[in-house]
């Protein structure tokens, strides 16, 4: 319902929707191309890209993140978080090798 008010103004409502009917309705103009589909997390999509970092990449950018904020709070002689980051950074590295291990059997594949 547009607003009584503001005659000359469209309700916010009527605005969603021209702007739902602009972004969902097909485009007469040019018809959909193949790699106009949205990215789904599939085997197939998988298998179309490959993984640009590589493990030890991966691994040095975690290590320069923790490296620097273990200096930080070395510097302000925080033992408590200096514990707190080591162990952090022990289980973040855990985690990601687990993933890397799954992204690599993946590409195996």
């Known amino acids: 319902m547009d607003n009584p008010l503001l005659p000359s103004l469209p309700s916010r409502r009527s605005l969603f929707d ?6 969902l309705a097909p485009n007469e103009e040019q018809p959909p191309q193949a790699g106009d589909e949205p990215p ?33 709070a ?10 707190t980051l080591d162990f952090a950074y022990r289980r973040e590295q855990l985690y990601f090798e ?12």
Do not use: C, H
């Not at 021209?18 to 972004?23: D, E, H, K, L, P």
């Not at 789904?40 to 890209?49: E, F, S, Y």
């Not at 975690?62 to 620097?68: G, P, S």
């Not at 070395?74 to 514990?83: E, F, L, P, S």
């Open 18 to 23: 021209a702007a739902q009917r602009y972004m």
């Open 40 to 72: 789904r997390l599939t085997t197939q999509a998988i298998q179309k890209v490959s993984m640009s970092r590589s493990r030890e990449r991966i691994l040095a950018n975690i290590d320069d993140m923790y490296r620097e904020a273990f200096e930080r």
């Open 74 to 83: 070395k510097a302000t002689g925080d033992d408590a978080q200096m514990a």
């Open 98 to 109: 687990i993933l890397l291990d799954v992204r690599d059997a993946m590409e195996r594949k």
